[in-house]
């Protein structure tokens, strides 16, 4: 069973950068698609970022320019860079891991942005 625990995540002032990390154990990180999810209260869980088992990225279009993903295959990592953040940013970040025939959930970090 894979285990993903985030970190990094807190309380920021907007126009600030936060960096938040996954990190992955239990099976073979390689095989997977990750991605970074998040959700505000009151609202559906929604895909922020994802990257491929071959390194391509998708960025959802409200943080494209401002946040970028990124893996670490030899550490069992993912990243989430965040920068210039915005209030509406605020949500509790989930780390999601996939494959043809499993998938899995973070426990989910805070982010708050607030001055």
């Known amino acids: 069973q894979v285990q993903l625990v985030e970190s990094g995540g807190g309380l920021v002032q907007p126009g600030g950068s936060l960096r938040l990390s996954c990190a992955a154990s239990?099976?073979?990180?390689?095989?997977?698609?990750m991605a970074w999810h998040r959700q505000a209260p009151g609202k559906q869980r929604e895909l922020v970022a994802g990257?491929?088992?071959?390194?391509?990225?998708n960025i959802v279009g409200s943080v494209k320019g401002r946040f970028t993903i990124s893996r670490d295959n030899a550490k069992n990592t993912v990243i989430l860079e965040m920068s210039s953040l915005k209030p509406e940013d605020t949500a509790v970040y989930y780390c999601?891991?996939?494959?043809?025939?499993?998938?899995?959930w973070g426990q989910g970090t805070q982010v708050t942005v607030s001055s």
């Open positions: 239990g099976d073979v990180f390689s095989y997977y698609n």
């Open positions: 990257i491929s088992t071959g390194g391509s990225t």
């Open positions: 999601y891991a996939r494959r043809t025939t499993k998938a899995y």
